[in-house]
């Protein structure tokens, strides 16, 4: 059985820090993807940052570029994510996935923060940033 499980989600105040964990197991760690998505009350599920199988540089939104770090750690199928200067626009449910590339398959087409196409996910864990 595949599973992820996020944790780590909480209440913070604006300018504060998370870190977001997530588990991982039935599925082979080493051959996918692992993307963070998060969805706002009334919006769509949006990408936040991903990571291709090798362990190459990660992929961040522009809007959390420089303040959310992704990592990954194979050895214990564990995902992260390290949230610092967090605004009230980050307040949202935050879900791990796990898909099979992060481009298509001719790589021309960015896909890693498309929903669709990834094929695990976890059932989110919410984070609440006060103003």
């Known amino acids: 059985e595949v599973r992820l499980v996020e944790s780590g989600g909480g209440l913070v105040q604006a300018g504060g820090s998370l870190r977001l964990s997530c588990v991982t197991s039935g599925f082979t760690f080493d051959d996918y993807a692992i993307g963070w998505f998060r969805q706002a009350p009334g919006k769509g599920r949006e990408g936040v940052s991903c990571q291709d199988s090798s362990g190459n540089s990660p992929f961040y939104v522009d809007s959390v570029k420089g303040r959310f770090t992704f990592s990954r750690d194979a050895a214990n199928r564990m995902v992260y994510l390290q949230m610092d200067s967090l605004k009230p626009e980050d307040t949202a449910v935050y879900y791990c996935?796990?898909?099979?590339?992060?481009?298509?398959?001719?790589?021309?087409?960015?896909?890693?923060?498309?929903?669709?196409?990834?094929?695990?996910w976890g059932q989110g864990t919410q984070v609440t940033v006060s103003s």
């Open positions: 996935a796990a898909g099979r590339s992060l481009f298509s398959t001719t790589g021309s087409e960015f896909i890693g923060f498309k929903p669709a196409e990834y094929a695990y």
